[in-house]
């Protein structure tokens, strides 16, 4: 590698945006924060936020209980499967999901992670251990839905919309906890190109992800690099789904990302919060995102139809 490809890595790096002031600042603030904002998705589609005001305990409940609940053996954590396929409610065990043949750009086995999905809804598989997961699911979940109202706002300020432009169609949004757990391997018992989760976009809205503290997220810049998305205390990764690159007419990016064997030793787990409008929303190009040098590129479609497609790509089966 040249010294000046090294060089280059070395200042290619995800932003780290303090959203504090936006939460209680001026008007001035707020609009400083969105040009921020605006910068880091209309370049990467990635930003890392701070001073986003979710309580910490409620961060680490979330953990703890989903770490409780992948230490089980693995016929306990079976009986919260129902065999329907990544997208469903519930455990899906290894081998089910191949995030990579959503992005069609390689063909990799089966990704080496384990998932459980929260969709706060009747349909939710609740296991019986640990006995306050729903309390503390839910409890996160909400948490979420709360910084999901935010980082909408700061979103509509950076593209110069009213600040309340998205409200309608996140008044009740399509969102998804998904806890993912990376079981430790030894490097030989991976299958060749097999990665703990392949390279993807991600399907809908923004994405609300808590990192621990075990690395492996990369992020492909526009240089072509793959850069490391290190966790960050006290922090969440935001990054721009399919859909919201659709909405701003390729305006905000939905970039790939990939979580890579470096600490493939150790267990590794992400609490993922997927998130979109309501399935009904119509998603068409916003109001500014148009001009004669960037005509509109994609016809309108309705954000559940978009994700259900997604999906189906993703399963194995």
Known sequence: MSHGHTKQMEQEAIPIIDISSFRRGTPEEKEAVGKLWYKAFNTIGFAVIIGHGVDE???????????????????????????????????????????????????????????????????????????????????????????????????????????????????????????????AKSSSSLKEGQLRYGEHTDFTGFTILRQDQVSGLQVKFPSGNWIDCLPVKNSFVVNAGDMIQVWTNDIFKSNLHRVVNSAVEMNRLSIVFFTGPHGDTLIECLPGCSSEQNPKKYAPIKSGDHLLSKLQASNTK
């Open 57 to 183: 305990e409620t961060q680490n409940q979330a953990y703890n209980t989903a770490k409780e609940f992948f230490t089980l053996g693995n016929e306990e954590k079976m009986k919260y499967c129902g065999f329907n396929g990544y997208g469903s409610a519930g455990y899906q065990p290894e081998g089910v999901e191949k995030i990579s043949a959503t992005t069609a750009s390689v063909n990799r086995p089966p990704d080496a992670v384990e998932s459980m999905l929260v969709h706060k809804k009747s349909t939710d598989v609740i296991p019986s251990f640990p006995t306050n997961y729903r309390e503390v699911m839910y409890r996160y979940w909400d948490a979420m839905t709360q910084l999901l109202s935010e980082i909408m706002e700061i979103t509509a300020i950076s593209l110069n919309l009213p600040h309340d432009y998205f409200k309608q169609a996140y008044a009740d949004p399509e969102s998804v906890l998904r806890l993912g757990f990376y079981p």
